[in-house]
């Protein structure tokens, strides 16, 4: 079933499957009651739905929709704490998608402990997949997070469900990253991009455009790589930051990039590019909020070190992907041709990624230069690359 949003759509695997039950957490506030009231107002106009909600009164959730502008969806709405009686309205509206917004407030008779228990959140969570499994009821579950972003409760809540979505967001961004970490329907690590506006969740179209930031003239430390999240091809910005130390231990900071990653590649950068920065504060930051998780980020972070530490402006038409081995070579990831075929559709000219990805038929406007080590790839960056600003001076 289509939700009415492409985004969110993609992230659930092509759209909402009949019983399947769905986790969705995220820090409070960023948007996940939101975006399932849009979701469930748009899935009420072709099906039967019912929001239960024991958070808010039925009136909050009222004042909610009018904001949205969705007040006039045929929406059933239950304001509600006990399982058995909310089961018991889905089952009475023949409900086909059920939203359960949190199931931390929820709780059964059944269990003596009070809602929010480790014991209630089990057995709550796996009366609610029941009964998606048994009536064919789609059922999303609403969860809070701890202090370290997980979902609250037991970690069995995670395998009960077959899907399972983080909200994720820089803190003041207008962003909303939606990336399904669990999903037996569609692919892992997907993810879905959102603006927050005044009329609710906008879906974005072209999420590349957001995490690019077109800097009015060329700046050293900066560099775009084709990252790629679930089935799409992602186009970040990814900056580092190479600073003299002040302190007597040296920093290595990393911003949506893995820290231990980082020290490796500053290792392998000493060792088979000839660059030390052991004196130096090396800080790497991933712009837009994004995590990149994979390894197709190590050549651009490194390429983007050098850039600082030589205080030498990249080309803005540039990009670059690959991984880096500990012997120095520069190894080939998954859909190469795909990432460069995304970076011409947005006006690149020239990249530099592991020989291996260099596609067979050349791509219309993109120069690719090919590279097998690590010091290759450092030639080609100072041959394609402005001038340094600290030789001008």
Sequence with gaps: MPTGSSEFDRVLGGGLVAGSVTLIGGDPGIGKSTLLLQAAAALARSASVLYATGEESLRQV????RRLGLDDAPLGLLAETDVETVIAAAQGREARVLVVDSIQTMGTAAVESSPGSVSQLRESAARFVHFAKQSGTAVFLIGHVTKEGVIAGPRVLEHLVDTVLYFE??????????????????????????????????????????????????????????????TRPLLVEVQALVDEARAQNTRRVAVGFEGNRLALLLAVLHRHGGVALSAYDVFINVVGGVHLGETAADLPAVLAAVSSLDDRPLAQDLVSFGELGLAGEVRPVPFGEERLREAAKHGFKRAIVPRANTPRKAIEGLEVIGVERLSEALEALRAVSGSSRKSDA
């Design 62 to 65: 009222g004042l909610r929709a």
């Design 169 to 230: 967001s820089d803190a003041g961004s207008r962003f909303r990253v939606v990336r399904a970490v669990k999903n037996r329907f569609g692919a892992a690590n997907e993810i879905g991009v959102f603006a927050m506006e005044e009329g609710g969740l906008r879906e974005v179209k072209n999420p590349s455009a957001i995490f690019l930031s077109r800097h009015p003239a060329p700046v050293a430390g900066s560099i775009v790589t084709v990252a790629r999240e679930g």
